[in-house]
């Protein structure tokens, strides 16, 4: 029989959450810092506007429930297992609104079923799904039972209503981006499937309940179509400046924002550029790679546009006094890179409209066109394909790494995938500006 407690001793801190402080696991914390610890863990996961009722409700109530594992640390681990239930609910009501009440199936000889319309609720995509599984089985045997695919614009997807086709869906609609992100859909998927099918029992400490809270509030709020701020997993567009970078043959390389030019003086041995970058002293997105600049690869994390140079200072002032440029905001997921393989050597990534402007002997080897979030993703991604070729496919989503292959071949196959996927590109050649002796990327030209 369960232990009767008194009010007071429900009331009692855990104290087992005392522990956990801003400064990480350690000595027990008094229990109104606490308290107060625990609310500001969760305190920023805020929903959108035009988030659905239930789904808002229910991240709510889980939001409220966290602090209340001060009194319980087992509460932790039911706010994280109701999350991940949470995050299947969110798909299926954003689902029923992207219906707008109408669900259509086709098969691969481009023949729809009977519309499924009047779709109020997600018991009724459940209907549809299984309306057209009985239009299969009632064929006759002799013909073969088309493979009844769920229609989403253009594109045909497998569905059967459960996550994994709800996860699918919300890729082919566009409503979840990212290639990261999709290995992190995949794994909160599997930790779904153990909370509704446990074998065992487990615990779940405060943080890592608090990043599950707010990863499913970056999920839900992009299904709503609201990237996240500095997000983790669906970040908003970056802001970028106008940066100057300067180097000297012996290995010095510095960066600041461009005004930092009229405070200077020619300084003898300094080159100067200025580029358009997100990374920038002091910025949230400082690039580790930053001194890797180079204007035809992309060897820096985030997206850097080459403006100038190089030359000295007082021709890099000169150039932003006349031409003023301005600064703007670029989204750096899902971006599209094409890389050279040629004599046994995997070169640097590159924009599509860079690889467009190369010369006929640099367009020689076999060419990769790769969807990634960040450079180094797609380099790792195309170096395995002769490494591990059975762990690297070459077309769709890698299950091993982030990235989507969309191509490979010949130059202008490559050029021809990139095109596929975002549209016409026009060819670009900037100058070959690089920092010297910086951070290695391997096999440049």
């Not at 889980?62 to 509460?75: E, H, I, M, N």
């Not at 440029?325 to 599209?336: H, I, S």
């Amino acid at each position: 029989m369960a232990d009767i407690r008194s009010l007071e001793e429900l009331q009692s801190p855990d104290s087992a959450a005392l522990h956990f402080s801003p400064f990480g696991l350690g000595g027990a914390m008094p229990a109104e810092k606490s308290a107060e610890f625990l609310q500001r863990l969760v305190a920023d996961c805020e929903l959108a506007l035009d988030v659905a009722e239930g789904t808002r409700r229910e991240f709510e109530r889980l939001q409220r429930l966290f602090a209340y594992g001060l009194l319980d640390y087992d509460v932790f681990t039911v706010v994280d297992d109701r999350a991940l239930l949470v995050m299947e609910q969110a798909l299926r009501e954003r689902f029923v609104q992207w219906c707008a009440g109408t669900v259509t199936f086709e098969d691969a000889n481009g023949s729809e079923s009977p519309i499924v319309e009047d779709v109020r609720t997600y018991d009724d995509v459940f209907a549809a799904v299984k309306k057209v599984g009985r239009r299969n089985r009632r064929r006759p045997r002799q013909q073969p039972s088309p493979q009844w695919r769920l229609k989403v614009g253009t594109t045909l997807i497998d569905f059967n209503g459960m996550l994994a086709g709800l996860r699918s869906w919300a890729r082919a609609a566009g409503l979840l981006r990212g290639q990261r992100p999709r290995r992190v859909e995949y794994a909160m998927s599997r930790l779904r499937d153990a909370v509704a099918h446990p074998t065992g029992y487990h615990r779940t400490m405060p943080v890592e309940t608090a990043r599950t809270l707010h990863d499913l509030a970056e999920l839900i709020n992009q299904l709503w179509g609201h990237p996240t701020p500095g997000g983790r997993l669906y970040p908003a567009p970056v802001e970028r400046d106008i940066v100057v970078m300067a180097w000297n043959h012996e290995g010095g390389v510095q960066m600041a924002q461009a005004d930092a030019l009229r405070d200077d003086t020619d300084v003898d041995g300094y080159h100067y550029i200025l580029i358009r970058s997100a990374s920038r002293p002091g910025s949230r997105y400082e690039d580790a790679h930053w001194s890797a600049f180079d204007a035809r690869f992309e060897t820096t994390q985030f997206p850097t546009e080459y403006l100038w140079g190089p030359g000295s200072r007082s021709a890099a002032l000169a150039w932003l006094d006349a031409e003023q440029p301005k600064g703007d905001t670029v989204d750096y997921v899902d971006r599209v890179f094409m890389l050279r393989e040629y004599d046994d050597k995997v070169y640097a990534p590159m924009r599509p409209e860079v690889a467009a402007g190369l010369t006929e002997e640099e367009q020689r080897g076999t060419w990769h066109t790769v969807r990634a979030d960040f450079p180094e993703h797609a380099f790792a991604h195309v170096r395995g394909l002769s490494e591990s070729p059975r762990a690297h496919p070459r077309t769709g989503d890698c299950s091993n790494c982030a990235a989507y292959h969309l191509g490979s071949g010949s130059h202008e196959q490559a050029l021809r995938a990139a095109e596929d996927a975002i549209g016409v590109v026009t060819p670009r050649r900037p100058p070959d500006v690089r920092i010297p002796d910086s951070f290695f990327w391997p096999h440049k030209f």
